[in-house]
């Protein structure tokens, strides 16, 4: 396999680098300067024959034909909204992500950012490090996360295991998403807009496609309203972003717990001044034990493709 030539993105995972070094011919496209990119993809275009990217870069056309020999993508991430599937398919091209392994995570992470959203966890912390409790006393009362009604976009694998999670908080769940499951004791809604009129935390959990893109717009925060809590562990996508900071600074919205956003790593300055708000860097995933079993998967998918046996967890 050494001679199975593969394309790294930008720098990732130590072990995933490390490993894709051992096994196979690695050539990191970001060890070249941005405006030495092309020249150096020109270089190689004949050799690489896969590529390894993460959900933030995807792979779009313009990558992808600039590499005739590119027989497979593996993404080291459950979302591929930025790889240019139809462009795969066209070529034959193979694709795979890494499911399942990263869905406890991303589901703590959620009820994280909407318990520190409701709790002001995070701004209470920092109200101790200042000194405030000593100077002006206990911290304002905030507002209860137990009971509270839970609505989730999309009950898929994260948004089944946030449902889960959320029940031993004594929270009644409902969801939305395109097509309606059995799910006792969840309440299913046919729209985002009921969904969101009738939850106190409603939880971003779908993937990225053309029909949820801005899939939480005005109307859906208008439902939510001023006691509401937005929280997104999908796609910054997922979100019409100027209308969320300005229903925050409203007030039509209560408050919103975010990992993801429209513009990676740059976040609205407004946000950056609201207390109502909690905001992680796209860390859902982010932890040792995930990031090694998905690097795993990308491993495992790439030997599978080499050894011309069945992708792992395919795409296309
Ligand atoms: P999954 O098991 O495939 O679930 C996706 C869910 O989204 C399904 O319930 C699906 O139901 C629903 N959905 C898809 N399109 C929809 C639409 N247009 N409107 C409403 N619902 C829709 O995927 P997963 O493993 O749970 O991952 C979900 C997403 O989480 C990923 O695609 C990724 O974007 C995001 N994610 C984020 C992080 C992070 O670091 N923040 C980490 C991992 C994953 P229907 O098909 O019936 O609509």
Known sequence: ?????????????????????????????CDSPPDRRDDFLRAHAGSVRAIVTGGGDGADAALIDALPGLEIIASYSVGVDRVDLARCRERGIRVTNTPGVLTDDVADLAVGLAMATLRRIPQADSYVRAGQWKDKGYYPLTTK??????????????????????????????????????????????????LARNSDVLVVACSLNEQSRRI????????????????????????????????????????????????????????????????????????????????????????AHVLKKPLLTPVV
């Open 1 to 29: 396999m050494e001679s199975f030539t593969v394309l790294m993105l930008r720098a990732m995972d130590d072990y995933l680098e490390q490993e894709l070094g051992c096994r196979f011919r690695l050539l990191r496209l």
């Open 145 to 194: 996360f137990s009971g509270k009604r839970v609505g989730i976009i999309g009950l898929g694998r994260i948004g089944l295991a946030i449902a889960k999670r959320v029940q031993g908080f004594d929270c009644p769940v409902s969801y939305y998403q395109r097509r309606e499951q059995t799910h006792p004791g969840y309440t299913y809604y046919p729209t985002v807009v009921e």
């Open 216 to 303: 939480v717009d005005r109307e859906v925060m208008e439902a939510l309203g001023p006691k509401g809590v937005l929280v997104n562990i999908g796609r910054g996508a997922h979100v019409d972003e100027p209308e969320l900071v300005s229903a925050l600074v409203d007030g039509r919205l209560g408050g919103a717990g975010l990992d993801v956003f429209a513009n990676e790593p740059n976040v609205p300055e407004a946000l950056l001044e609201l207390d109502n708000v909690v905001l992680a860097p796209h860390m859902a995933s982010g932890t040792h034990e995930t990031r090694t079993a998905m690097a795993d998967v990308v491993l495992a998918n790439l030997e």
